[in-house]
Nanobody, 125 residues
Framework: QVQLEESGGGLVQAGGSLTLSCTAS????????MGWFRQAPGRDREFVAV????????YYDNSVKGRFTISRDNAKNAVYLRMNSLKPEDTAVYYC??????????????????WGQGTQVTVSS
């Protein structure tokens, strides 16, 4: 059984920055892919970013590319999402996700088999 715990959400002004953290109950070396999805009220869950292995391979949704940075720290069993230049449309519950088997990077939620409870990010105008 794997448990992911997100933290770091909060309220920020547009243009501000925030860093989300996700820790795993198992070594992240045993979680081949880790990433972030988000879901705003009344909207479907959408892909944000994913990182593979020790951080050598990453992929971002176009809506966050250049503003968000995903990173891994396997020694701390953690993955992070640094969010810069935040916009009101970034407001959502952010979920950490993981996949415990190898494969290519994926933007499909169903390709992941563990996830956390989510952390709220609210960006004011």
């Amino acid at each position: 059984q794997v448990q992911l715990e997100e933290s770091g959400g909060g309220l920020v002004q547009a243009g501000g920055s925030l860093t989300l953290s996700c820790t795993a109950s198992v070594r992240t070396l045993d979680v081949y892919l880790m990433g972030w999805f988000r879901q705003a009220p009344g909207r479907d869950r959408e892909f944000v970013a994913v990182v593979r292995g020790s951080g050598e391979d990453t992929y971002y949704d176009n809506s966050v590319k250049g503003r968000f940075t995903i990173s891994r720290d396997n020694a701390k069993n953690a993955v992070y999402l640094r969010m810069n230049s935040l916009k009101p449309e970034d407001t959502a519950v952010y979920y950490c996700v993981g996949r415990r088997y190898p494969g290519t990077l994926s933007t499909a939620f169903n390709d992941y088999n563990v996830w956390g409870q989510g952390t709220q990010v609210t960006v004011s105008s």
